[in-house]
Structures are given as structure tokens and as C-alpha cells.
């Protein structure tokens, strides 16, 4: 690995663009390498590496270099100690006003700092779910996530789709614990691959996968896919639906139902009877119609900080009230659409409490009509992939 001008230089304007114009970090990286058209991989990996490091270690950063990320000293001097950790050269012109012999990651350091979070989501962790579980989970949430597959199943199968990887020198591991999952060796490119443009297989975590087992559908069902986004659940359970069926799926944002659109034909899913967006006149429309209503709701998203670390400095309190604010409404409204013996799934992507069972207790104060069958908690330290919560509960009258 080496610096180049145009590369660090490519580093310290996205870094502006994340932590001066509070750009997201994943869009603003994308945005960089995709118009970096004459980087080749190397570069274009090295870039990536070292942006997606700060993005995650940014508090560790700043501390030891005694700089701030948003002045432009700061910047450099972050670059300047992430390439003596990473044993980089420190090129000459580097901008950096900091002695790198004076840089020190051993030295005994505050768990915020140490794993480079904010001290309000410590705090607030900590008061949830326990120091040493919240601890637990925010040392696995900064290993970096594997690359995971979905295979799509009404076109192909486990076998052959690893087979038709080797042929393109991608190495693949299959876990019997995640059934239609392929783990990806290293960070391939692979939505340039035919055949995932001949739709066999979708980018998914291995616990979003999990999802679509936990609402276990069946043949001739009527689901809805409240708060769908572009899909990736949706097209799973039309999967293991094998097309039969109805899926009605729903999203507040049109350019993320379009998305799910263009994936599902892509796929060679045809039991999505209904996907647009959704509004009052729709949930009156649907009123006691689901067999199955699934609610993977907006929230905080802790849980993908392995693979979205810019997540944890987009977040602060308000926002998150905000976003609790959001799930309580949808729980409120959406479930009308439940038919008498239909069960209700309510999904998060994030390891908070109050943003999981808490919300499920007070549901069920507040509707007698529902009760409690089962959840389940996917945790980032024992699965090594994302986290996420999942709760099932079945509308008796």
C-alpha cells in the first residue's frame, strides 16, 4: 500500500463531505470510488480501506493525534496516524502537523474512546442492556462485516451458483446455519457478474436473511411487507413462497419501491400482486385482509455498524427519540390490516431495547387483541454478522 497526491487528497475531500457537510459515510464513499473511474482495484481498495477505518475509529483517531476530524490539520494528521498503524509510508508532503513518533494506540484508554463511540450511546447502552453485553456488542459491531449472498432459489442452488463463482475465481463458504447464504471470500465486485444479473442471487447480510425463516410463510398466504424499502425480505419470502400466493408490499419512499420493482422482475418473482407507495386510503383498502403483516421498521440501525459505521455519528438522542416516535405510530396504524388469527412480525436492525422489546410490552398493554408467541435476537457477537430483534405476535380477535 502507497500514498498517491490525487488518492490522499481524494481521502481528505470525502472526509469534508462526511464530517463537515454531514454527507452519510457509505453514499459519499460509493460516490468517490464510482467517479474514480481510472483507479484501479488496488487503489480503489486501498481508498476504501482507509476511509471506511476513520469513518469507524474516528473518536480513536482524533484522541491520540489530539486533533479535531473537521479541521483540515485534523484530517491530516488522522491520515498520518492511520498509516503509521497500518505501517504505510508517511510521504513528505503529507499536510500533517503532528510527530508520528509521538502516536500512541497502547495506551490505556475509556471504552468510548477505545472502541470509538459516542458518549451518549455508552451511556444509554449501558442502561439498557448491561455493561458488559453493551460492550460485548460494540467490540464484534467494529470488526468489519463478511460479504453475504442470498442464492435465489426459484433460479438456481447452493451448488451451482458456487460453482459458477469459481469459474470467476470468487471463493465461496456455505454455513448450514443460513441456509440460502454463500459467504464471499474477501470484497469481490459482483453485481457486474452475470449471473447476478440473471437474478440468482441478491447482496444480504446472513441475519436479514434469517427474517424471511422467522415469518415462515405459506403457500396461498396473503402477506404484506409494510415498510418493504427496495426488497431484499420481500423478494426472500416470495422465494420461499415459490411464487404462490400474494405479496403486497409497501414503502413510504417511491424511489425505493421502483427499486424493488426492477430487482423482483430481475429475480423472476410473480406473486407480488401490489408494490407501491403506501398511504391511509391503502391500510383502510387492506383492513383485515393479512394473513401475515410484516413491520421491519425504521430504526436506528446499531446493528449494521459492521458494514455502516458512519451510522453512529448521524445519531444523537433526538434522533432517535424521533425514530422511536416513528416505530410507536407505525405500530399504532399498520396492524388494522391483520385478519382475526394473523400474526404480526415486527423487525429491527437494532440492538437497543427500547427500540425492541420495549416496544413490543407496550403494544401489547395497549392491544388485547394480540398476543405474545415468540422473538428472537440475533447478536452481533455470537453470529458475527448483524444484529437484529424480531417478534411475532398473533391477533386472537
Known amino acids: ?160 451458483l458456487q460453482k459458477k463463482l469459481a469459474l470467476q475465481n470468487i471463493k465461496t463458504i456455505f454455513k448450514k446455519k443460513y441456509p440460502h447464504a454463500l459467504f464471499i471470500e474477501g470484497k469481490p465486485k459482483l453485481t457486474h457478474l452475470e449471473c447476478y444479473k440473471k437474478g440468482w442471487f441478491e447482496i444480504q447480510d446472513a441475519s436479514s436473511q434469517q427474517v424471511a425463516f422467522f415469518v415462515n410463510p405459506k403457500p396461498e398466504q396473503t402477506i404484506i411487507d409494510a415498510c418493504a424499502g427496495a426488497g431484499g425480505k420481500t423478494l426472500h419470502l416470495a422465494s420461499l413462497m415459490k411464487n404462490t400466493g400474494r405479496i403486497l408490499a409497501y414503502d413510504i419512499y417511491p424511489e425505493k419501491i421502483e427499486e424493488l420493482k426492477k430487482r423482483a422482475k430481475r429475480n423472476g418473482i410473480t406473486n407480488i400482486e401490489e408494490a407501491q407507495v403506501i398511504t391511509n386510503k391503502i391500510i383502510e383498502k387492506n383492513k383485515n385482509l393479512a394473513d401475515i403483516l410484516l413491520l421491519d421498521v425504521p430504526c436506528s440501525s446499531l446493528g449494521t455498524l459492521k458494514r455502516k459505521p458512519g451510522l453512529k455519528w448521524e445519531l444523537n438522542p433526538n434522533k432517535l427519540k424521533n425514530i422511536q416516535t416513528i416505530q410507536k405510530n407505525i405500530l399504532k396504524i399498520y396492524p388494522k390490516m391483520i385478519k382475526t388469527g394473523g400474526y404480526l412480525i415486527y423487525v429491527t436492525c437494532s440492538i437497543l431495547p427500547e427500540e425492541n422489546e420495549k416496544n413490543i410490552k407496550s403494544f401489547l398493554e395497549q392491544n388485547k387483541n394480540f398476543i405474545f408467541v415468540e422473538q428472537k435476537h440475533i447478536s452481533p457477537s455470537e453470529s458475527g454478522n448483524d444484529g437484529f430483534y424480531m417478534a411475532k405476535l398473533k391477533k386472537i380477535n
Open 1 to 160: 500500500m502507497k500514498w498517491f497526491k490525487n488518492t490522499s487528497e481524494a481521502v481528505i475531500t470525502t472526509l469534508y463531505e462526511i464530517f463537515n457537510q454531514k454527507n452519510q459515510a457509505d453514499k459519499s464513499i460509493q460516490k468517490l470510488l464510482k467517479t474514480q473511474k481510472k483507479w484501479g482495484s488496488r487503489d480503489r481498495k486501498f481508498v476504501a480501506k482507509v476511509l471506511y477505518d476513520i469513518v469507524r475509529w474516528k473518536r480513536l483517531y482524533e484522541y491520540v493525534t489530539n486533533s479535531e476530524i473537521k479541521t483540515i490539520e485534523g484530517k491530516w494528521n488522522i491520515l498520518t496516524a492511520w498509516s503509521k498503524q497500518n505501517k504505510v509510508p508517511i510521504p513528505s508532503w503529507f499536510q500533517h502537523t503532528i510527530d508520528d513518533k509521538k502516536i500512541n494506540f497502547s495506551q490505556s484508554l475509556p471504552f468510548s474512546i477505545k472502541q470509538s463511540i459516542p458518549d451518549w450511546l455508552e451511556i444509554s447502552g449501558k442502561k439498557q442492556m448491561g455493561k458488559e453485553k453493551f460492550e460485548r456488542e460494540i467490540k464484534a459491531l467494529n470488526i468489519e462485516a463478511p460479504t453475504v449472498i442470498r442464492v435465489n432459489i426459484l433460479k438456481t442452488t447452493i451448488n451451482k
